[in-house]
């Protein structure tokens, strides 16, 4: 089985300040890993998604996460961010070989203030 | 192109009563999804449909709840009866082609609150 563990439920950040949104994941088996934003009164929306290749992953509105088998990490980051980043943020992971549900995280509510 | 819609947004109904929500997902996509977030939880696998046929249902709480996906279009997940406790947010999602590495497009979610 998987699990997916957000290691801070909330983040309070300054605009303009660098923020790591912390991913742990759980699994015996290899897995892809997610990152869903939800902004208020929306759905969830891809921010990115480490398949293969290059542990480094690039995504939209200038976050990045990198995966770190060793630590089974997949920590998101962004250098500098905005009021508009105010948002809670999933962590997700699915299996590769079977099975399609994606497993998530509880979750993580990055507040940006002025 | 049309996102993946849910209906009724909100849906406030009391213990007992029976309470069916709706997802269109996005055209053309043949994989959906239905999520269930409970207040305070992670948001959790109920079920997936490939076309019109149950893929896996692994996540379905128990049989008061029931999902079809009439003509493999849009899907309608009921819940008969309703208890306090399936009060959350269920969510659909779609993708298309390879169920795994193609991204699952998440509608906005139907708030059910049962009383």
């Known amino acids: 089985a998987q699990s997916v563990t957000q290691l801070d439920s909330q983040v309070p950040v300054f605009e303009e300040a660098p923020v790591e949104l912390r991913c742990n994941y759980s699994?015996?088996?290899?897995?892809?890993l997610f990152w869903y934003v939800q902004y208020p009164n929306q759905g969830l929306q891809l921010l990115l998604k480490?398949?293969?290749?290059?542990?480094l992953v690039k995504g939209i509105n200038g976050f990045e996460a990198e995966f770190n088998k060793s630590q089974t990490s997949f920590h998101l980051r962004k250098p500098s961010v905005h009021i508009s980043d105010t948002a809670e943020y999933f962590c997700?992971?699915?299996?590769?070989?079977?099975?399609?549900?994606?497993?998530f995280g509880k979750g993580t509510t990055l507040s940006v203030s002025s | 192109e049309a996102g993946v819609t849910q209906f009724p947004s909100h849906s406030v109904i009391e213990k007992g009563q029976t309470v069916t929500l709706r997802c269109d997902p996005i055209s053309g996509h043949d994989n959906l999804y239905w999520y269930r977030r409970v207040m305070g939880k992670e948001i959790k696998f109920l079920l997936h449909?490939?076309?019109?046929?149950?893929?896996?249902e692994s996540g379905m709480p128990n049989n008061r709840f029931l999902a079809e996906r009439t003509g493999g279009t849009y899907s309608t997940l009921k819940v008969q009866p309703a208890e306090l406790e399936d009060s959350g947010v269920y969510f659909c999602?779609?993708?298309?082609?390879?169920?795994?590495?193609?991204?699952?497009?998440f509608g906005p979610g139907t708030r059910l609150t049962v009383l």
């Open positions: 480490y398949l293969s290749g290059s542990t």
């Open positions: 699994s015996s088996v290899s897995v892809y």
């Open positions: 999602a779609s993708s298309q082609d390879h169920p795994v590495r193609d991204t699952q497009y």
């Open positions: 997700a992971v699915t299996r590769r070989q079977a099975g399609t549900a994606l497993i």
């Open positions: 449909f490939v076309k019109e046929s149950k893929q896996d």
